[in-house]
Structures are given as C-alpha cells and as structure tokens.
C-alpha cells in the first residue's frame, strides 16, 4: 500500500511540477512577448506620432501662415471669399488636433491591453504560487502519510512479534498439557505398582501368618515328642508293656516326620521372607520412582502454569496491540481519505489553473491581435497623412504655379476642388477612424470584462479551495496530533 501511494505521489508530483514548468513558461513567454510587442507598439505609436507630427508641420504652416504678404490682412482668405462669392458652403478642414487624439486614444488603448496583458501574467504568476502553496501542502501531507504508513507498519511488526509469542506460549501450553498426561500415566503406573507392592505385602503377611503357625506346629510336636521320649523312658522301665522298642521306633519315625515337616516349613517360611524382602526392596524402589515421578510432574505443572500465565500476559499485551493496531488502522484510512480529497481539490485547482491560462493565453492572444489591429491602424493612418501630406504639397504646387502664371480663376478652381476633395477625405477617414476606435474600444471593454470575471471566478475558487484546504489541514493536524498522543505509551 505504502509503494502504491508513493507511485501515485510520485505522478501527482510529476504532473504537477510539469503543469507549474508549463504554465510557468507560458506566463513567462506570454509576459516577455506582451511587453516587448506593447513597447514595439509604443514605439511605433510615437514614432507616427512625430512622423505626424513633423508631416503636418509644414501643413499647419502653410495654412496658418501664408508667405505672401497680401494674406497677412485680418480679412479672411481669397478661398473663403470666392466660395462666399458663388455661395458654396465652406466645409472647415478637420484640426489636427482630432487626428492627434485620436492617435493618442488608439496609443493608450495599446497601452491598455498591454497593461491588461501584464495583469494577466501576473495573475498566472500568483496562480502560480498558489499552486506552488498546494503543491507544498500536498507534500507535507504526503510526508505525514508516509510517517503513519511507518508507524502502522510497526504496529504491524509489534503484532507479528506478539503473534510469534502467541504461537509460542500455544506451544509451551501443549508441552505442559503432554507433560501433564505423562504424569498421569506416571501416576496411574505408580498406582499400579504401589497396588502391586500392596498386593505382595498382603501375600508377605499371610506367607509370614502361615510360618508363624508352622512354628506354632512345630513347637507342638517338639513338646509332644517330648512327651512322646519321656513316655518312652518310663515305659522303657515297664516289662509289661509290650515291645517298647517298636513304639519308640514308631515315635522317632513320627518325631522324624513333624521334623521333616518342621524343616520344610522353616525353608518355605525363609524363602516366604527373602522373597517378601525382595518385594519389599520393589516396592521401596517403586516408591522412589513415583517419588520422582511426582516431583518431575510437580515440575512440569509449575513450568505449565508460568507458561499459562506468560500466554495470558502474551494474549492480553496481543490484543491491546490489536486494538491500537485497529486504532491506527482508523487513523490512516481517515488521513487516506482526507488525502485522497485534497488530492481531488488540488486536481481540480490545477485544472482550474490550466483553464485560467488558457483563458490568459486566450485573452493576450487577443491583446496581440488588438494591438497589431491598432498598428496596422496606425499604419494606415500613417499612410493617409503621407497621402494628405503628398496631396497636400501638390496643392500647394498647383497653387504656386497657378500664381506664378496668372491664372487666378483656375488656382482658385482646383483650390477649390482640392479643398474640397480633402475636406470630403478627412471627414470620410475621421468617420472611419471613429468607428474602428469605437469598434476597438468595445472589445477591449468586453475583453477586460472578461478578464475581470475570469479573476473573479478565479479568485472564488481559489478562495474556497484554500479555505478547504485550510479546514482538511487543520482536521488532519488535529487527528495526527492525537494519533501522536495515543503512540506515546507504545513507543
């Protein structure tokens, strides 16, 4: 996740940075051509100025000031005074003045658009910089991102490592719990051989009952041999009696016989005993044994209950780890989300950016088309003054031949005629001069009306954007700051 939000990073910043290079570069070149095609205007406008100026000089003398001495009376031309004569109606030439205004009003208007040019590079410059401002936050949030991607990825680790732990107190609880089962059968086998040793002792116990009552027998017929021997002796004494010797022989063969079997019970009772001595010796040996047994299984129950009770501080540190890791979780996916809307806010910025260029570029575009229309204006302007003047001189020429020949009706004739065609041109060229001042007036009107909407829907958004901005930094400044708080006792 965390390589694929540095990708996508990466190309946001990428694109961003080519948009800003862009839009840059146009502002830039926009600027630099503005200013250098509105002081080659300049220029031009006041070169024909002075060309104009210096044109109309000699005009404005010579009608002005005529050089002979009979036009330096107060009364009013001869041209005047033939046309009042005849009854023509004198048609004033057009002033100079107008003609200057209305370059001076065409220079200004080129003057205008470039300063509206320069406005609107500098405009782009400031959407620029706010650009760079939302580049240079995204940034920040991207760098934050990153430090919560970390931090999670730790969390993360810090839960694999109590996981490990998990896995290993499971095992140390089935390793106590197969220690425990060894114990039983430990205990069930010691139970068995105890019972055993039980069982032997009891068959010890008869064995030595039984041998005490063959001693008892055997006492007994010892005291009635006894009594058998002394019965001998005295019968011995008696002749009546009848073959004592066989009842003696009768007596040893049957003291011989309670001998026999007083020795054969002596040798069962020794054997009764070695072999209770042996199970005796068994059953200590069993007892140590389960002794051990028991001691080792004490062992293992005290190891089982350490290890479940390490598994229970395993389990519950586990599960705070869960939940803080769940926590964090949260955390980054409403920092994620945040993002991803201000990612969204600065796309759309920079699209609104690009338009805005677009209509800057647009708008200078027609700026340049204005003041070369007011150029090629001048130029022509330039042209029919030179075609006055150039009329103009040739009037006077005719004029001056006329006066050298004598021939005052046709000097005033083409006077005259000459007046008059020029007094028709200049009204013709003043009219059509007017009309595309007009003309140019109002698109320069509409233009800068446009422009000014342009920066004032500009303005809005940028202003809008920036407060959301501005809300989303403060949100995601007031949520890190708690994630910060809630981190302290986990690190």
């Known amino acids: 996740m965390q390589q694929g939000g540095q990708s996508v990073t990466e190309k946001a910043k990428q694109a961003a940075e080519a948009l800003k290079e862009e839009v840059k570069q146009a502002a830039e070149s926009g600027k630099e051509g503005l200013k250098s095609k509105a002081s080659t205007a300049k220029d031009a406008v006041e070169k024909g100025k002075e060309k104009v100026g210096e044109a109309s000089k000699?005009?404005?003398?010579?009608?002005?000031a005529p050089s002979t001495p009979e036009h330096k009376e107060s009364r009013p031309p001869l041209t005047e005074r033939i046309k009042e004569a005849i009854g023509l109606k004198s048609h004033p030439p057009v002033p100079e003045e107008q003609?200057?205004?209305?370059?001076?009003?065409?220079?200004?208007?080129a003057r205008r658009a470039a300063r509206e040019a320069h406005l609107k590079a500098e405009e782009a410059l400031s959407k620029e910089r706010a650009a760079e401002e939302a580049q240079r936050r995204a940034d920040e949030l991207r760098r934050r991102h990153n430090e919560e991607a970390a931090r999670l990825a730790q969390l993360r680790l810090k839960e694999r490592e109590a996981e490990a732990k998990h896995h290993e107190m499971e095992a140390a609880r089935r390793e106590a719990a197969e220690k425990a089962r060894e114990y039983e059968g430990v205990r069930a086998e010691a139970a068995a051989v105890e019972s055993d040793v039980h069982e032997k002792a009891k068959t010890v116990q008869q064995l030595l009952h039984e041998v005490e009552d063959k001693k008892k027998e055997?006492?007994?017929?010892?005291?009635?041999?006894?009594?058998?021997?002394?019965g001998i002796a005295s019968l011995l004494g008696l002749s009546s009696q009848p073959k004592p010797e066989d009842k003696a022989k009768q007596?040893?063969?049957h003291a011989e016989q309670k001998k026999g079997e007083a020795t054969s019970l002596e040798a069962e009772s020794q054997q009764a005993e070695a072999r209770a001595n042996e199970l005796e010796q068994e059953a200590r040996r069993a007892r140590e044994y389960a002794q051990s047994k028991a001691r080792h299984v004490e062992e293992v129950r005290r190891e089982a209950r350490e290890a479940e009770e390490q598994a229970q501080l395993l389990q519950q540190d586990l599960q705070r780890k869960r939940e803080e890791a769940a926590g964090k979780q949260e955390e980054l996916d409403r920092v994620q989300r945040a993002y991803e809307h201000i990612k969204a806010q600065e796309q759309k910025l920079?699209?609104?950016?690009?338009?805005?260029?677009?209509?800057v570029k647009a708008e200078a575009r027609e700026a340049e088309a204005r003041i070369r229309e007011a150029q090629q204006k001048h130029q022509e302007l330039v042209s029919e003054r030179e075609a006055l003047r150039h009329k103009a001189q040739e009037t006077r020429a005719a004029e001056q031949e006329a006066m050298h020949l004598g021939e005052e009706e046709r000097r005033i004739y083409v006077s005259l005629a000459n007046q008059e065609r020029l007094a028709a041109q200049e009204d013709a060229h003043a009219a059509k001069m007017k009309?595309?001042?007009e003309s140019a007036l109002a698109e320069a009107e509409e233009a800068k009306r446009r422009a000014d909407e342009a920066w004032q829907r500009a303005k809005q958004v940028g202003s809008q954007a920036d407060a959301q901005l501005q809300a989303e930094l403060a949100k995601?400044?007031?949520?890190?700051?708690?994630?910060?708080?809630?981190d302290q006792p986990v690190a």
């Open 58 to 64: 000699p005009m404005r003398i010579s009608i002005s």
């Open 435 to 437: 009309a595309a001042a």
């Open 350 to 359: 920079e699209s609104q950016l690009s338009h805005i260029s677009e209509e």
């Open 99 to 109: 003609r200057f205004t209305e370059a001076e009003r065409l220079t200004e208007e």
């Open 476 to 486: 995601m400044e007031a949520a890190i700051k708690r994630g910060s708080a809630l």
């Open 218 to 230: 055997a006492g007994i017929l010892e005291r009635g041999m006894a009594a058998l021997r002394s």
């Open 251 to 253: 007596a040893r063969a």
